[in-house]
């Protein structure tokens, strides 16, 4: 069984649709723990990190999750805080957010080292988010980059999206330090190219590559809003270039559900070139609907 660890905040999610607004379960790091549940078999074990409240929508979230098939073994709660609150309205398919978060449960998810190392340790490979950085104190991302350098150590493989939030971290410097202190870590980044260009002055995605292998990394898959998909490091170098294209009807998870349909792809076998097609193909299906979960899609 391979076992796999989603770390970050599950929020609650209102979209609209018309007048009205659909409340959902969702959050980047959780929208690719559901795709992974939903792509890989059951000799693959998909759990969640994290913390919510005792509240009716933690509840709510907590039961989501477990119905999903999601592992909630790791997800703690917090008699003080509840889970946070998000609204996505849209122009044209694309996505604008307002949040409701300030005292989210999910900013002391690493709080307990011994918890985080338990929790770390019983996996075989850790995903998580910039955003997943993002809504931590300091001490809480020194606290889960020691507990995950330990667990690579040990042989857990670390996947990490920078998932760039300027409006979540103090500062654009604290945020472009930290990302890459966090991408030195990891055995796999999977950047998005227009976030990397606009806060790291990249020229292209090659430029992008080369960053975080000089950092550290094993190996980069870089997202192109649809564009041609380039990769480099560990596991070889090259461009995928022939994808077809979507218009979105909801841009929403699109990098989500693109680094699930990676990832899953990977863990079965499948080259860097099938495993980009394979996830293209997917978050297209995914921006073919409304919402960041889309049953559909796979």
């Given amino acids: 069984m391979t076992r796999i660890l989603c770390i970050g905040e599950a929020m609650v999610e209102l979209s609209a649709e018309g007048d009205l607004w659909r409340l959902g379960i969702a959050g980047?790091?959780?929208?690719?723990?559901?795709y992974l549940r939903r792509l890989?078999?059951?000799?693959?074990?998909?759990?969640?990190l994290s913390r919510v409240g005792t509240g009716e929508f933690s509840r709510h979230a907590r039961r989501f999750m477990e119905e999903a098939g999601i592992d909630?073994?790791?997800?703690?709660?917090?008699?003080?805080?509840?889970?946070?609150?998000y609204a996505i309205t849209l122009t044209e398919g694309e996505r604008s957010f307002s949040y409701w978060r300030d005292t989210s449960a999910a900013k002391r998810l690493a709080d307990d080292p011994g918890l985080l190392a338990a929790a770390l340790a019983d996996c075989d490979l850790a995903?998580?988010?910039?955003i997943t950085l993002a809504i931590l104190p300091q001490a809480?991302?020194?606290?889960?980059?020691?507990?995950l350098a330990a667990a690579q150590d040990a042989g857990c493989t670390i996947v990490f999206d920078p998932n760039l939030r300027p409006r979540l971290w103090p500062g654009t410097d604290v945020m472009c330090t930290e990302i890459m202190r966090m991408a030195a870590l990891a055995d796999l980044v999977l950047p998005s190219f227009d976030d990397e260009a606009v806060h790291f002055g990249d020229a292209?995605?090659?430029?992008?590559?080369?960053?975080?292998?000089?950092?550290g990394a094993g190996?980069?898959?870089?997202?192109?809003?649809?564009?041609?998909?380039?990769?480099?490091?560990?596991?070889?170098?090259?461009?995928?270039?022939?994808?077809?294209?979507?218009?979105?009807?909801?841009?929403?998870?699109?990098?989500?559900?693109?680094?699930?349909g990676y990832i899953a792809a990977r863990l079965d076998g499948q080259t860097p070139v099938d495993a980009i097609r394979a996830a293209h193909s997917l978050s297209r299906r995914v921006i073919a609907h409304r919402g960041a979960l889309v049953p559909d899609a796979v």
């Fill in 28 to 34: 980047d790091t959780l929208n690719t723990a559901w």
């Fill in 40 to 48: 890989l078999g059951p000799l693959h074990r998909v759990g969640y």
């Fill in 72 to 85: 909630t073994t790791h997800l703690a709660e917090d008699p003080t805080r509840e889970i946070g609150l």
């Fill in 127 to 130: 995903y998580l988010s910039g």
């Fill in 140 to 147: 809480g991302r020194d606290a889960l980059l020691a507990a």
């Fill in 204 to 215: 292209d995605a090659a430029a992008t590559i080369a960053r975080y292998l000089g950092a």
């Fill in 219 to 260: 190996h980069v898959v870089v997202k192109n809003g649809g564009g041609p998909v380039a990769f480099g490091g560990r596991d070889g170098d090259g461009t995928v270039g022939d994808l077809p294209r979507e218009r979105p009807i909801d841009s929403t998870a699109a990098g989500d559900s693109f680094n699930a």
